[in-house]
């Protein structure tokens, strides 16, 4: 690692604060090792204070204008959370001018839930569920496509996005919510890998965060 950083190095950054735990992955792009360096930080509700100092922790702000590519979870998650890392990834995005992709969290936790499938089925749709309180079912329809093995990227299709599901019956199969900062942010990595290997162009003005319910509760 003492090498990571160098003046002709291009960097991928992943940035993945849905929760109270931010994580972080940062890799080289031209790095023939693919080394990804990754940390996740468990400081609550301290974020909105740690926020910089945590990516400076794993990428040293002098190097982030050699950043070419950002990828951001956007939810669902905790409201501020969610708001501040996408806020700080659209805002170095577009003053670096390059490219942030996105996805949600039900969707980066496919790539490793789905193989609670039966081996049979882990080409079929399935749901990712999340039971919240007073609230009913958070779900989301996914189904895989293929492995790149390039980026070592699990591709798949986000069917239906999470939102509130008003009929549990029409949830099958489904595999229960897990989350899991630790590997999320390398699949989030793996995507912004993707997404650069494919030359896919992202306007950080289209990110962002997904709400499926108010932050302003309505019931008394």
Same mark, same amino acid.
């Given at each position: 690692?003492?090498?990571? $950083?160098?003046? /002709?190095?291009?960097?991928?950054?992943?940035?993945?604060?849905?929760?109270?735990?931010?994580?972080?992955?940062?890799?080289?792009?031209?790095?023939? *090792? +693919?080394? =990804? /360096? %990754?940390?996740?930080?468990?400081?609550?509700?301290?974020?909105?204070n740690k926020l910089f100092s945590c990516i400076e922790k794993i990428l040293p702000k002098k190097f982030w204008k050699q950043i070419i590519r950002i990828s951001v979870a956007k939810g669902p998650g905790s409201f501020t959370s969610t708001r501040l890392s996408i806020s700080m990834a659209r805002t170095i995005a577009q003053q670096i001018d390059c490219s942030l992709d996105s996805m949600s969290t039900f969707h980066l936790m496919a790539s490793r839930l789905y193989k609670d499938l039966d081996p049979?089925?882990?080409?079929?749709?399935?749901?990712?569920?999340?039971?919240?309180?007073?609230?009913?079912?958070?779900?989301? /329809?996914?189904?895989?496509?293929?492995?790149?093995q390039d980026s070592n990227y699990h591709e798949f299709n986000e069917l239906i996005p999470p939102q509130? =599901?008003? @009929? *549990?019956? *029409? =949830?099958?199969?489904?595999? /229960? $919510?897990? @989350?899991n900062i630790e590997q999320d942010i390398i699949s989030l990595i793996h995507f912004s890998q993707y997404c650069q290997n494919s030359k896919v162009t992202s306007y950080w003005g289209?990110?962002?965060?997904? $709400?499926? +319910?108010?932050?302003?509760? %309505?019931k008394k």
């Open positions: 690692m003492q090498n990571f $950083y160098t003046s /002709k190095s291009k960097y991928l950054l992943a940035l993945h604060s849905c929760s109270e735990s931010f994580g972080i992955a940062v890799k080289d792009t031209e790095n023939p *090792e +693919t080394i =990804i /360096k %990754s940390e996740v930080f468990h400081i609550g509700r301290s974020l909105s049979s089925q882990v080409y079929n749709p399935f749901w990712i569920l999340d039971e919240l309180p007073r609230r009913g079912i958070l779900a989301g /329809k996914y189904q895989l496509v293929k492995i790149d509130i =599901i008003g @009929n *549990e019956k *029409e =949830i099958y199969p489904s595999i /229960k $919510y897990s @989350n289209k990110t962002l965060p997904i $709400y499926p +319910t108010s932050p302003i509760d %309505s």
